[in-house]
């Protein structure tokens, strides 16, 4: 067979993968992308068990649910010890989990200094501190805790998609200029890619990869809140042409699972085995219309 055939390109068959926030959002889509296309094993990592319960349900055997809170160190260790004792490596991790933060979207157009200074001011300093404990700092100890797993898989061979990957899920928000999702998120999210970028550079020698996905408007319970006041046909679906306007967002619809599988099975496969530092920007053209470093 050919090596440039699509089957062989994008063939993710086999692959045991590690999913953090696997059970909703963006990490489901993940997951469904992988599982239908052959995976051998997901595990998928969050704290609400009935939800991890449900998403495994839809692939029983493939898709492993791991209840557990990857702010705790322990709790961290504990389940790369049973990723470890069942599996014995992994191909992938992605580090997926995350929140929003505190926001500004409440101001009113043409707000004032003071506007400003009062509402930033009324966000108690623990909820700052907290968006970057789960986008930042637990980031970062998912993939220490994961990182000689991944060296394991790069030893077996096993794998057609390349070198073992971690795949870390940023945000357009890691590059705009515009504050008003909040300052905590767009610098936690900033901060994702900064890590992400250094794991990249330290990892050289052991040949593990380190990639990035800057998603746009993906629906997921942390971003229904920045799109639904945007909405301008409430006869559509999110995923349908027409629902924003093309001023707000030029793919005029948000992304879905297609868009997110496409993605996803890209940097997974042989297709993308040559990424490594990388930062892919899946926003339907977004950042385009938003003052922006990318």
């Known amino acids: 067979m050919s090596t440039i055939k699509a089957d062989?390109?994008?063939?993710?068959?086999g692959?045991?993968?590690?999913?953090?926030?696997?059970?909703?959002?963006?990490?489901?889509?993940?997951?469904?992308?992988?599982?239908?296309?052959?995976?051998a094993r997901i595990y998928i990592i969050g704290r609400r068990e009935e939800k991890l319960i449900e998403a495994a349900s839809l692939f029983?055997?493939?898709?492993?649910?791991?209840q557990g809170d990857i702010m705790d160190?322990?709790?961290?260790?504990?389940?790369?010890?049973?990723?470890?004792?069942?599996?014995g490596y992994i191909n992938l991790l992605v580090t997926n989990a995350g929140k929003s933060g505190p926001m500004l979207?409440?101001?009113?157009?043409?707000?004032?200094?003071?506007?400003?200074?009062?509402?930033?001011?009324?966000?108690?300093?623990?909820e700052f501190t907290d968006t970057y404990g789960l986008n930042c700092t637990a980031l970062y100890y998912s993939v220490i805790a994961f990182?000689?797993?991944?060296?394991?898989?790069?030893?077996?061979?096993?794998y057609a998609g390349g070198k073992s990957q971690v795949i870390a899920t940023a945000s357009t928000a890691?590059?705009?200029?515009?504050?008003?999702?909040?300052?905590?998120?767009?610098?936690?999210k900033a901060g994702v890619i900064s890590l992400i970028k250094c794991f990249s550079t330290f990892c050289v020698p052991w040949g593990i990869r380190f990639n990035t996905i800057a998603a746009g408007l993906f629906p997921s319970e942390p971003s229904e809140v920045l799109f639904k006041p945007y909405i301008i046909d409430k006869t559509k679906t999110l995923f349908e042409e027409g629902v924003f306007s093309r001023s707000y967002q030029p793919a005029e619809r948000a992304g879905?699972?297609?868009?997110?599988?496409?993605?996803?099975?890209?940097?997974a496969s042989r297709a993308g085995a040559f990424l490594n530092g990388s930062v892919m920007l899946v926003d339907g053209g977004k950042l385009a219309t938003m003052p922006a470093t990318y």
């Not at 029983?60 to 791991?66: C, E, M």
């Not at 990182?147 to 096993?158: F, T």
């Not at 890691?174 to 610098?187: I, N």
């Open 147 to 158: 990182l000689e797993l991944l060296d394991e898989g790069n030893k077996r061979k096993n």
């Open 105 to 126: 979207d409440t101001l009113k157009p043409r707000y004032t200094l003071n506007d400003f200074v009062a509402l930033a001011w009324s966000s108690p300093m623990q």
């Open 256 to 267: 879905s699972d297609d868009d997110m599988a496409g993605v996803i099975l890209y940097m």
């Open 15 to 39: 692959i045991v993968a590690v999913i953090t926030g696997g059970g909703t959002g963006i990490g489901l889509m993940m997951t469904k992308a992988l599982a239908e296309n052959g995976a």
């Open 73 to 87: 160190q322990d709790a961290l260790k504990k389940m790369a010890a049973k990723v470890k004792e069942e599996s």
């Open 174 to 188: 890691s590059f705009l200029r515009h504050p008003r999702a909040g300052y905590a998120y767009l610098s936690s």
């Open 60 to 66: 029983p055997g493939v898709v492993i649910p791991i």
């Open 8 to 13: 062989n390109l994008f063939n993710v068959k």
